[in-house]
């Protein structure tokens, strides 16, 4: 289960056209449940990620996960993977071994974790590949590559900020249905940011909206995007008339 309490965090401009933005979250999660991030740009999904994931540090507030506080661990020893829109692949490593950093960042494995990396790879369908670099890979590969490390870690949370998002329609989609697939048969929790709300239909059963830094409305999925309830919301689907 994941709770995120009160969290609040100042967003300090980065450049002279900004100004600080004032960010608040409050938030739960079963274990298990699919839940997708949407919102403007510049709303603040990426930052409560970042969060979560311990890459920003909030002014005050909680994040517990299965009811541990994560806040005082260092990103490294948070119980998360995340996934991103860059599948962090290291271009001199082989699929096998960057699947296996996922278990030993020095690639030292038994070998019963050695087979946990070619079961790894054969649920996301790469296990013909382990022999290959990065570069001998489409985009959708490589993207399966990091996911199988991901899953491999095996950890009740998984963070997917757009990583799909520049692949095509089609593959997108088998993506998505994978992400879904493996989560329901592992029991994961999946937070994903997302600007398309087709693909907040096809994998998530919750869907959170959040605008100027704060968590607007959440709820089921389809009621959330059938049944808009607040203006913010209407608009960003754009069911709102736009005046010219």
Do not use: W
């Not at 839940?35 to 517990?64: H, Y």
């Not at 199988?148 to 998002?165: K, N, Y």
């Amino acid at each position: 289960m994941l709770n995120i309490n009160q969290l609040n965090y100042t967003y300090l401009p980065q450049h002279k056209n900004e100004v600080p933005m004032a960010l608040s979250f409050d938030v739960q999660l079963e274990q298990g449940d699919i839940a997708a991030l949407i919102g403007p740009s510049g709303a603040g999904k990426s930052t409560l990620l970042a969060l979560i994931a311990g890459f920003l540090v909030p002014d005050n507030g909680d994040i517990t996960i299965n009811g541990a506080s994560i806040c005082q661990l260092e990103p490294a020893q948070r119980p998360l993977s995340m996934l991103f829109q860059e599948h962090n692949l290291f271009p001199h490593l082989s699929v096998f071994e960057n699947i296996a950093l996922g278990i030993n960042p020095k690639l030292k494995l038994t070998t019963e974790q050695k087979q946990r990396v070619i079961d790894s790879a054969k649920q996301v369908g790469i296990d013909t590949y382990l022999e290959r670099l990065p570069e001998q890979l489409s985009g959708g590969q490589r993207q399966r590559v990091a996911l199988a490390r991901c899953l491999l870690r095996d950890r009740p949370l998984l963070l997917l900020d757009e990583p799909f998002s520049a692949l095509d329609p089609a593959l997108r989609a088998e993506m998505l249905t994978l992400v879904k697939q493996l989560a329901k048969e592992k029991n994961i929790t999946v937070l994903m940011i997302t600007h398309s709300p087709d693909d907040a239909r096809k994998i998530a059963d919750k869907c959170i909206f959040i605008d100027d830094g704060k968590i607007k409305t959440a709820g089921v999925t389809q009621t959330i995007l059938d049944n808009p309830n607040i203006p913010e919301l209407k608009k960003y689907l754009g069911l709102t008339p736009t005046v010219i």
